[in-house]
């Protein structure tokens, strides 16, 4: 009996039908690699679909209430905390929840197949990392660590040289920043920093140095969680509030804070702030300090008067405190402004540093618009790699464009 000859376009032969087997094995990898890098892009959608919510508030409910809530509670036994203290219910649970999908997120993007060309690519770049307090300073002096194996840590001088000099900033450069510069910056931040041998940079708001009040966006939260009414929030949720304050125009927002404190039933609980004496002793530690404005306000909503006012009045109170001008300044709330710009030119700044959660170049082009990286002292060291690799500020780029 004659066997049946092959179907039409079967290969014939051993070495033929050798090389139909191993292309039939290359394509069933490159299938399953397809496969699995959209399994992972899923995965890592589903864990950003609630955090993708709360993009527009990360910059100040990152670390949202860390005083307020636990000081209401000690206040009403006549125990008011500064910052740094636990929060309670609503205040905790939210914070440990967008954290956990963050550090989530790092972990499946840590193993992302392009985690290894970012790296690469960002060896060539400058992280300026972003922070806001320290909360954790077991977390924070693990990514410390983490910096002194994987970067190269600069000073603000070293950065300022590179600009004066055009000569760029060795490979994987990394400054450390701290916006607003509450106490944990001293009790916290310096000891670990200094430990490590590692610069830093502290942007302070000038009305509250010597001071107990509370950030605004603080004070306007335990306000509104506490009866405070004012006409133009129209009495909606209060964790819509900061968005809504930011929005507006920055008369009716201080006219609004004025309204809350006065209908609010309680006043919210003292933050004791840095005093001049601290700014000294964190500069002597290899904390340079810089100009972050007076009030914070939102410059954007702001007009020509107020932005000259609430830069040169930060300016001319830093350099009496600390016996020279400053010359670096953080944008309140992290975006560019043209008209800010031109007076930081004309007091003679010489960095301005944005937060716009990006790499920047090893030689900053425009060294008043530098881009900064933003962090907490609560990340996860394998989110935080894929921080530093320029990854995970990609991805979240990539997702505001798929979504838009």
């Not at 206040?75 to 905390?81: A, N, P, T």
């Not at 809350?260 to 601290?278: F, G, H, K």
């Amino acid at each position: 009996m004659r066997p049946l000859p092959p179907p039409a376009g079967w290969p014939t032969g051993r070495r033929n039908v050798g090389r139909s087997v191993d292309r039939l094995h290359t394509d069933r990898l490159h299938a399953d690699r397809q496969r699995g890098e959209r399994l992972l892009g899923e995965r890592v959608d589903e864990l950003l679909h609630d955090e993708r919510r709360h993009d527009e508030r990360r910059h100040d409910e990152r670390r949202h209430d860390d005083l307020l809530y636990d000081g209401h509670r000690h206040g009403e036994h006549g125990q008011g905390e500064h910052h740094g203290a636990h929060r309670d219910g609503g205040g905790r649970h939210r914070a440990v929840v967008d954290t956990e999908q963050q550090d989530a997120r790092g972990e499946w993007l840590r193993f992302a197949p392009v985690q290894p060309l970012f790296r690469a690519l960002a060896a060539q770049r400058l992280a300026v990392l972003a922070y806001h307090g320290v909360t954790d300073h077991r977390s924070f002096g693990a990514q410390l660590d983490r910096l002194q194996r994987l970067a190269t840590p600069v000073s603000l001088d070293a950065v300022l040289q590179a600009v004066a000099e055009r000569r760029p900033l060795p490979p994987r450069s990394v400054l450390v920043t701290f916006d607003d510069a509450d106490r944990s910056v001293l009790t916290h931040a310096l000891p670990a920093l200094d430990a490590r041998g590692i610069p830093a940079t502290a942007f302070v708001i000038s009305e509250l140095i010597g001071t107990e009040r509370p950030f605004w966006w603080h004070e306007a939260d335990f306000l509104a969680r506490h009866g405070g009414r004012a006409r133009s929030l129209d009495c909606g949720h209060p964790s819509q509030l900061l968005r809504r304050l930011k929005a507006m125009p920055d008369p009716d927002r201080r006219r609004s804070l004025h309204e809350l404190r006065v209908s609010a039933d309680r006043r919210p609980p003292r933050q004791e702030q840095l005093t001049p004496a601290d700014l000294l002793a964190l500069r002597d530690g290899g904390v340079a300090i810089g100009n972050h404005t007076q009030g914070h306000p939102c410059l954007g909503r702001c007009d020509d008067d107020t932005v000259r006012t609430e830069i040169t009045g930060a300016h001319e109170a830093l350099t009496r405190w600390l016996g020279e001008p400053p010359i670096a300044f953080a944008y309140p709330d992290g975006g560019h402004d043209v008209r800010a710009e031109t007076v930081l030119q004309e007091l003679g700044y010489r960095l301005g540093f944005l937060s716009d959660h990006r790499l920047g170049p090893r030689l900053p082009s425009h060294p008043l618009q530098i881009s900064r990286l933003q962090v907490d002292s609560t990340t996860s060291t394998r989110r935080f790699d894929t921080i530093l690799s320029g990854l995970e500020p990609a991805y979240r780029r990539w997702r505001r464009q798929a979504v838009a």
